[in-house]
């Protein structure tokens, strides 16, 4: 009778004790589930890592949102017996409203200058196909334009100017006068011809005037017309860019005239 009442009395406990072990083993693989690690380390390295939340990137700009809920929180704590005063507060909120305005009118001139951008570039491309007066001394010539023409500007009337054209190197092409008795802008033409009358070839030529200004030799500025063959739109900043045949790009505002050919 004691025997069976000992090994009846065990029963609890090693029920208890299974209970006790399959509570673990649970416990353990929650644990080992929801953890970092498994213990074993094959396993841990194959692991695939955890996604790391990668905060977003916000905007650091002021708005006036948030100027009222810095407002309102300096208000809330504020001393009662020391309140903020009307005219302060009405100051920092009139200063907020003119810096997002002024936020705003940059944003809309970049607008419009985009616009307007655009339209100069659309006016300019009537211009497509005429010849163009320059702030350069140097032209080109080819085979749909044999010749250069450009504008000598005097300081007075000069009985005499010389005139040189030279190549890209520096040689003298050719060299002849033109008379400046009237002063002012002068019209010059060389007609594509050497020294020797034969066609010079195709190719950029630098137009040199000097002449004599109070008795003494001076060089005078010269301005050459060019061929505009299309039109970029460019930049805010350049605006639109007529591109010359033999010369390449020059921006719309230094334009000095255009020719009818």
Not at 68 to 78: E, I, N, R, V
Not at 168 to 184: M, P, R, T, Y
Request: hydrophobic share 35%; charged share 20%.
């Amino acid at each position: 009778m004691s025997l069976i009442n000992s090994y009846s009395q065990s029963l609890p406990q090693q029920s208890s004790s299974a209970s006790n072990t399959s509570a673990t083993t649970k416990s353990s693989v929650q644990t080992n589930t929801t953890g970092t690690t498994t213990g074993n380390p094959f396993l841990d390295g194959i692991r695939l890592p955890e996604e790391s939340a990668i905060p977003e990137s916000k905007d650091q700009m002021l708005k006036q949102e948030d100027f009222f809920a810095l407002l309102s929180q300096q208000l809330s704590m504020q001393d009662p017996f020391k309140p903020v005063d009307n005219d302060q507060m009405i100051a920092q909120m009139a200063s907020f409203s003119t810096v997002d305005g002024i936020s705003n009118l940059n944003d809309e001139i970049l607008n419009l200058n985009t616009v307007m951008s655009s339209s100069q570039a659309l006016q300019a491309s009537g211009l497509v196909g005429r010849k163009v007066l320059i702030p350069s001394d140097t032209g080109a010539i080819s085979t749909e334009s044999s010749e250069i023409k450009g504008v000598i500007s005097t300081p007075s009337a000069i009985e005499s100017i010389t005139v040189r054209v030279e190549d890209e190197s520096g040689q003298l092409i050719k060299s002849f006068n033109v008379d400046g008795s009237k002063g002012g802008n002068i019209d010059v033409t060389w007609d594509g011809l050497d020294k020797n009358g034969d066609p010079a070839k195709a190719g950029s030529y630098a137009i040199k005037a000097s002449g004599k200004v109070d008795g003494t030799s001076q060089d005078l500025a010269v301005s050459t017309y060019a061929h505009v063959t299309s039109v970029s739109l460019g930049t805010v900043a350049t605006g639109a860019i007529l591109n010359l045949r033999g010369v390449g790009g020059i921006k719309l505002s230094d334009v000095l005239a255009v020719s009818e050919t």
